[in-house]
């Protein structure tokens, strides 16, 4: 299996539900290092997986609807704490949307997977993985 990822960062704030979060029930801001990456069992004609550039410009349009924003203000994550697992789900969903409008390009066709990474601290990461 070939990946190619590629990074960008969001700063974010919220805040969560219930007694397990602690303190992090208060509104508090966080900083997430997050990594795309697409998965294909083969290279394409040109020998990638997918074009690197686009495959950043699409992650850098997903996270700016999030970036710099209360997230808590957002009527479309209502319901769920936007923990770092479910924003990584969220980016995940995202762009693999992009990938079926063509926003990546010919060559992702060939893409089988998605994995995107958030990385909350240097110690403290979460993933999502979802097939196309």
Known sequence: ??????????????????????????????TYVVDATFHRPDLDDDGI????????EQLRVVLADLNYRNLD???????GNTTTEALAKLVADRLVDRIHAGELGATAAGITAVTVTLAESPVASASYEREL
Do not use: Y
């Open 1 to 30: 299996m070939f990946r190619v990822t590629v990074r960008d960062h969001i700063m974010i704030a919220h805040s969560f539900r219930g007694e397990v979060f602690g303190p992090a029930q208060s509104l508090h801001g966080a």
């Open 49 to 56: 997986v997918v074009d690197i550039g686009r495959a950043g």
């Open 73 to 79: 203000d957002d009527p479309t994550l209502t319901g």
